[in-house]
Nanobody, 119 residues
Framework: QVQLVESGGGLVQPGGSLRLSCAAS????????MGWVRQAPGKERELVAT???????YYGDSVKGRFTIAIDNAKHTGYLRMDNLNVEDTAVYYC?????????????WGQGTQVTVSS
């Protein structure tokens, strides 16, 4: 079974930066798609960023220009670089991916990593 393990979250001051990682393990043939959503108390789930395996990206309006998503296919790892963080970015960030194992493509989710932006 494929697993997505997230890391890189933590506490950062407003204006700071973090890089989240999403490492996929298992029998992986290719990554078709990877993205990040976030969930904060009192807020609805928000799509943050997505990337296809070929490099086509999407960013939510609230993070556009501040966040960068990338996939390293050789390492089966995705990254979310977050710059100029503000308190509204505080949330649990979840990695999700569509991954091909053998001849099947399935969706997977990471366990989430907490990002807290506070002074």
């Amino acid at each position: 079974q494929v697993q997505l393990v997230e890391s890189g979250g933590g506490l950062v001051q407003p204006g700071g930066s973090l890089r989240l990682s999403c490492a996929a393990s298992g029998s992986i043939f290719s990554i078709n798609f990877m993205g990040w959503v976030r969930q904060a108390p009192g807020k609805e789930r928000e799509l943050v960023a997505t990337s296809t395996g070929s490099g086509t990206t999407y960013y939510g309006d609230s993070v556009k220009g501040r966040f960068t998503i990338a996939i390293d296919n050789a390492k089966h790892t995705g990254y979310l670089r977050m710059d100029n963080l503000n308190v509204e970015d505080t949330a649990v960030y979840y990695c999700h991916a569509n991954i091909v194992t053998g001849q099947r493509a399935q969706n997977y989710w990471g366990q989430g990593t907490q990002v807290t932006v506070s002074s």
